[in-house]
């Protein structure tokens, strides 16, 4: 149901919430600990919360029911009520990415449509950085690696099959 | 002519040709310089690949080199749509809820 990308390297997200500008922007940094899901913990323990440092240079972290920390963003801008930017260094399997020349970013707009009503555009860009982050399989001539590789190529493939005509030659 | 990925990836010399070029970019004789198959094998193999889409090949100098798509990043895409429709989605009632919370006369708009 995705429509046609206008760029492969980027999502576009967005969502009209009932409440007025002001409100929309101190939610979302504020209580990011809610909003965020859970299911995808780059920790060993459960998530205790999550904290969204609301100022360009803080982070986003995770800590642990241990307190254990997880680094996962970096805050790029904080522009109350209109802008946040944050990285995104996590690699396309989910594990931290220490270079943040290999790390995507993410940035949410918040822009009032009426005085009681904001649309929220989120948009997660520049995702061609993680480049090789799914092509170093390392186990993949052995094991689990090339299956789990392959599935990723799999709706890909019916994709492409329909509207290949000359994959052929050269 | 297409080749199913599947069928492609189901012989074993072609697997560890492609399991080789994941590790980054290779030219058919440093592929068969790993493995212990023929050059003409190799690209027999490569022809395969190529045309289930699993690789590409660029000229590089006077060498060809061959190298994992990077479709990947279809795969990427969906998941990290999911996880934002998601995040959106819980943001939305957070804020509404919390708004309604907040206001002491509850809104005339109407609620959905």
């Known amino acids: ?170 | 002519m297409t080749v199913d990925p599947w069928y492609a990836l189901g012989d074993p010399t072609r697997r560890r040709v492609f399991a080789q070029l994941a590790h980054g970019p290779c030219s058919v004789t440093e592929i068969a310089r790993h493995l212990p198959v023929s050059r003409p094998a190799v690209s027999q193999h490569l022809r395969v690949l190529l045309d289930a889409r699993l690789v590409d090949v660029r000229p590089q100098g006077r060498l060809r080199l061959y190298q994992v798509r990077p479709d990947g990043l279809a795969q990427l895409r969906n998941e990290l749509e999911s996880y934002w429709n998601q995040t959106l989605t819980t943001f939305k009632d957070v804020a509404e809820q919390t708004y309604a919370a907040t206001t002491p006369t509850m809104q005339e708009a109407d609620t959905p």
């Not at chain 1, 805050?75 to 946040?84: F, G, I, M, S, T």
């Open chain 1, 1 to 170: 149901m995705n429509a046609t990308p206008h760029e492969p390297a980027a999502v576009h997200v967005e969502i009209i919430v009932d409440v007025p500008l002001d409100h929309a922007f101190t939610v979302f940094t504020e209580q990011f600990d809610q909003i965020k899901p859970r299911e995808h913990n780059l920790l060993p323990v459960p998530i205790e919360r999550t904290v969204l440092e609301p100022r360009a240079g803080g982070t986003i972290h995770d800590i642990g029911t241990d307190g254990s920390i997880c680094t996962w963003a970096r805050v790029l801008a904080y522009e109350p009520p209109d802008r946040l930017v944050f990285s995104w260094d996590i690699d396309p399997r989910w594990q931290i990415e220490p270079d943040p020349a290999r790390t995507s970013e993410v940035e949410v707009r918040f822009i009032a449509e009426t005085p009681d009503r904001t649309q929220v555009v989120l948009e997660h860009r520049n995702l061609d950085r993680h480049g090789e982050g799914w092509q170093n399989f390392t186990s993949l001539d052995r094991g689990n690696g090339w299956p789990l590789y392959l599935a990723r190529y799999r709706d890909i493939t019916t994709q492409t099959a329909v509207n290949t005509s000359a994959s052929a030659g050269s």
